[in-house]
């Protein structure tokens, strides 16, 4: 709580009128009184309204809006913009005589995310292979593929519509939260010459890297590499580790060897066979297993070799309700530690549980 917290209308006017006791009448609707009220109020409405603001502008948190930025731009950082996914559409025309569809032509999936084709559509016999960008920046709209299946509105002699692959290369505008923390780190964390945060601020710096880590030295001298992830600690598309090699490759100092990489994720499977009592189902313990095993997973520090410990994922499970005893138990099919390197990012994988 602020100091100005606990000022009030009635204790600023107070205040005021304390040096003028004994000189003039301060009574309840006397003169001064009277004078003195309304610009206690308005004081009262800095102390309420326009401070706090300008706190956070000095030291901007998770509620301070557009003031992030603001600070952020002061240090040269500004917010990450997001990235529209790219993809490969399949149009299938009834037959060979279907006229060029002219780019700018929507498709979307069952579910309303829209692709827009960039190109127009040449037929070579029935088929037409087109490229086409999301409507909208966007994670949501790296959809599978074989879900881009709706023409959006009815061309003559089109059959169907779908992505023999997915969608790839989509980026949330950056949340406040996550510039919060970009700032942060750029002040945590000096920067200068080419150090090992300059290459963290460089690579952050590109639409869809929210994470890196940076190994100086890794194959001999004047080497580095630089492992970026998306969010969630994911792994990022080509276009995106290439953007941001390129980035780097622009702002480095002069002499150095850099190879850019993204994560690779690490998937851990849980199996195992439990004693568990009447009132719970495997498919329970399997969901309360798989939630602590990720808050687990998520607490590993990244862009860092270590472990995923074998006995801690096993108390874990013992510690899921209705679990009374185990009669087997693999983590990755063995009866020990998971190995994480620098450049793996571990995930949850499948959960199995079998009732004894």
């Known amino acids: 709580m602020a100091e100005y917290d606990n000022i009030t209308p009635e204790s600023l006017k107070t205040e005021m009128l304390a040096p003028l006791e004994g000189t003039v009448e301060t009574r309840e609707g006397s003169y001064a009184n009277t004078l003195l009220s309304p610009v206690a109020l308005q004081i009262h409405k800095i102390y309420q309204q326009v401070l706090p603001r300008v706190e956070l502008a000095i030291d ?64 070579e016999g029935r088929v037409a292979m087109v490229n086409a960008e999301a409507e909208h920046v966007g994670l949501q709209y790296n959809v599978d593929a074989d879900t881009i299946v709706v023409m959006t509105r009815s061309i003559g002699g089109v059959e169907s519509v779908t992505n023999p692959e997915g969608a790839t290369g989509g980026a949330d505008v950056e949340s406040d939260s996550a510039l919060l923390e970009r700032y942060r780190n750029y002040l945590r964390r000096p920067v200068s010459s080419g150090n090992v945060n300059h290459y963290i601020q460089w690579a952050t710096e590109v639409s869809g890297v929210d994470y890196a880590s940076v190994e100086p030295l890794w194959n001999g001298p004047g080497t580095v590499r630089v492992v970026i992830a998306g969010p ?80 801690r994922v096993l108390a874990l499970l013992l510690a899921c309700d209705g679990v009374e005893e185990y009669s087997s138990y693999t983590l990755n099919g063995k009866k020990e530690n998971v190995a994480v390197t620098a450049q793996n990012a571990p995930t949850v994988g499948t959960v199995t549980i079998t009732k004894a």
């Open 232 to 311: 969630d600690k994911g792994a990022v598309d080509e276009p995106t580790r290439a953007a941001c090699a390129a980035h780097i490759e622009e702002e480095r100092p002069i002499g150095a060897s850099v190879t850019v990489v993204s994560i690779e994720t690490l998937s851990i499977d849980v199996e195992a066979t439990v004693t568990l009592t009447d009132d719970v189902t495997a498919e329970q313990v399997e969901a309360e297993l798989r939630a602590s095993l990720t808050e687990l997973l998520s607490a590993m520090p990244y862009g860092k070799a270590g472990v995923v410990r074998y006995s």
């Open 60 to 123: 901007p948190d998770e509620t301070a809006g557009d003031l992030v930025d603001k600070r952020a731009a002061d240090f040269g950082i500004t917010r990450d913009p997001g990235k529209k996914a790219h993809v490969q559409l399949k149009i299938t025309a009834v037959t060979t005589r279907v006229p060029v569809i002219p780019a700018g032509t929507m498709a979307e999936t069952i579910e309303g995310l829209r692709f827009v084709t960039l190109e127009d559509a040449v037929f």
